[in-house]
């Protein structure tokens, strides 16, 4: 299959699956999506098969390819989640698609998606939801067509790390940022404009060669340790508070944090701490929850890590793990895409955005770079 091909396969399986994910963001008013979605998912699965069965294949190419899939599987018969079954599939059927296809391919979906939900807004198909904190303040946040406040303009943040991951253009990152900040007046996101403005400024001093050289260790040293930074910063307050264990000390976290430990404690409470969930997504949605005294159906995890130590399990949260270590590992990794990376894996602290269509990117090629990492490994021991 020559390039060309490859690109429009790689195309028409990731755009309807990026399309997929992104309508479950959408402020629909009537009507379930739900069957849409799940329609879309299960034609993408069909097409990814029928590109395994046309591709040909080296041994252990394919012997990866087996993997992936038996894995995907199980998690969609435990689950019932397509999710990492599709995201396997097409990090290995497509592993040698040029990264940079892959984030343009992105950024013009998310793009194009944005643009319509914005416009079906506009024409009253779509509901502007107010959304209020959890910390029972009145300001109330408008979401412009999707679900919640803080969708649009953490959209606007990872296009500024699809910039920064290709071609690093200062007037696009610059013109992305002043958006996140005009958006922060309509949609109150602080983490999402937070993480915009931070990441802008880093992007900017990293155009100057001598800050590069001096902050080049640093950036190195806290990408390779980052996630787990992030998973415990994510886990371990609930978990503690869950425990009964330093609660003053928790109490004054949620102030700032609004109340991240209590809703992680209730969720270690109601789902408990599973190396394998077996739990499908209605049941999640519908275990009763008791928060501050209150009965809820399901919880609202804002953090990405523990949304999966509780969705999925232990097992999965350490193989998220490995797929994010990987793509820190990637081969020649610019200090841009290192610092694209970081910004990533910290918002996902506090949004819960790494199963979703903005982060495909990152987890598609931490994928595809996991045998790499092997390899890695084995030539280092054979050296020794």
């Given at each position: 299959?020559?390039?060309?091909?490859?690109?429009?396969?790689?195309?028409?399986?990731?755009?309807?699956?990026?399309?997929?994910?992104?309508?479950?963001?959408?402020?629909f008013?009537?009507?379930?999506?739900?069957?849409?979605?799940?329609?879309?998912k299960?034609?993408?699965?069909?097409?990814?098969?029928?590109?395994?069965?046309?591709?040909?294949?080296?041994?252990?190419?394919?012997?990866?390819?087996?993997?992936?899939?038996?894995?995907?599987?199980?998690?969609?018969?435990?689950?019932?989640?397509?999710?990492?079954?599709?995201?396997?599939?097409?990090a290995?059927?497509?592993c040698d698609?040029d990264?940079?296809?892959?984030?343009?391919?992105?950024?013009?979906?998310?793009?194009?998606?944005?643009?319509?939900?914005l416009?079906?807004?506009?024409?009253?198909?779509?509901?502007?939801?107010?959304?209020?904190?959890?910390?029972?303040?009145?300001e109330?946040?408008?979401?412009?067509?999707?679900v919640?406040?803080?969708?649009?303009?953490?959209?606007?943040?990872?296009?500024?790390t699809?910039?920064?991951?290709?071609?690093?253009?200062?007037?696009?990152?610059?013109?992305?940022?002043?958006?996140?900040?005009?958006?922060?007046?309509?949609?109150?996101?602080?983490?999402?404009?937070?993480?915009?403005v931070?990441?802008?400024?880093?992007?900017?001093?990293?155009?100057?060669?001598?800050?590069?050289?001096?902050?080049?260790?640093?950036?190195?040293?806290?990408?390779?340790?980052?996630?787990?930074?992030?998973?415990?910063?994510?886990?371990?307050?609930g978990?503690?508070?869950?425990?009964?264990?330093?609660?003053?000390?928790?109490?004054?976290f949620?102030?700032?944090?609004?109340?991240?430990?209590?809703?992680?404690?209730?969720?270690?409470?109601?789902?408990?701490?599973?190396?394998?969930?077996?739990m499908?997504?209605?049941?999640?949605?519908?275990?009763?929850?008791?928060?501050?005294?209150?009965?809820?159906?399901?919880?609202?995890?804002?953090?990405?890590?523990?949304?999966?130590v509780?969705?999925?399990?232990?097992?999965?949260?350490?193989?998220?793990?490995?797929?994010?270590?990987?793509?820190?590992?990637?081969?020649?990794?610019?200090?841009?895409e290192?610092?694209?990376?970081?910004?990533?894996v910290?918002?996902?602290?506090?949004?819960?955005?790494?199963?979703?269509?903005?982060?495909?990117?990152?987890?598609?090629?931490?994928?595809?770079?996991?045998?790499?990492?092997?390899?890695?490994?084995?030539?280092?021991?054979?050296?020794?």
């Amino acid at each position: 299959m020559n390039v060309k091909r490859k690109k429009q396969m790689f195309i028409l399986c990731y755009v309807p699956f990026m399309i997929a994910l992104f309508l479950e963001d959408m402020a629909f008013k009537t009507g379930n999506i739900a069957p849409i979605v799940k329609a879309i998912k299960a034609t993408v699965v069909v097409l990814l098969v029928l590109s395994v069965v046309g591709k040909s294949w080296k041994k252990k190419g394919f012997a990866w390819v087996v993997f992936g899939v038996l894995c995907g599987a199980l998690t969609l018969l435990l689950t019932g989640d397509f999710f990492w079954f599709i995201v396997i599939l097409i990090a290995e059927v497509f592993c040698d698609v040029d990264e940079k296809v892959i984030y343009n391919v992105s950024m013009q979906t998310i793009v194009g998606m944005t643009s319509l939900t914005l416009v079906l807004c506009a024409l009253g198909i779509l509901s502007d939801c107010l959304t209020y904190r959890t910390d029972f303040s009145t300001e109330a946040r408008h979401s412009l067509g999707f679900v919640h406040s803080a969708c649009l303009p953490l959209i606007v943040f990872y296009m500024m790390t699809y910039c920064i991951s290709t071609n690093r253009n200062m007037k696009k990152i610059g013109v992305l940022s002043l958006i996140g900040i005009v958006l922060y007046s309509i949609c109150k996101s602080r983490n999402a404009v937070v993480i915009t403005v931070g990441l802008s400024m880093l992007a900017l001093l990293l155009r100057d060669k001598r800050i590069k050289n001096k902050i080049k260790k640093p950036l190195n040293l806290v990408s390779s340790w980052i996630v787990f930074v992030c998973i415990v910063f994510s886990i371990l307050p609930g978990y503690l508070r869950y425990k009964g264990v330093l609660l003053n000390y928790w109490y004054a976290f949620d102030q700032i944090f609004t109340n991240r430990s209590m809703l992680a404690a209730s969720a270690f409470q109601s789902y408990g701490i599973p190396i394998v969930n077996t739990m499908n997504y209605n049941a999640y949605t519908n275990t009763p929850v008791y928060i501050d005294g209150y009965m809820n159906n399901g919880v609202v995890l804002d953090s990405a890590y523990m949304y999966m130590v509780v969705r999925y399990g232990i097992a999965m949260l350490l193989f998220l793990w490995m797929v994010l270590h990987a793509y820190q590992k990637k081969p020649n990794i610019s200090m841009m895409e290192k610092a694209a990376f970081i910004a990533v894996v910290v918002a996902n602290t506090i949004d819960n955005d790494l199963l979703s269509y903005e982060c495909l990117p990152f987890i598609i090629i931490g994928i595809r770079n996991l045998p790499k990492i092997k390899c890695k490994l084995r030539i280092g021991k054979e050296r020794n």
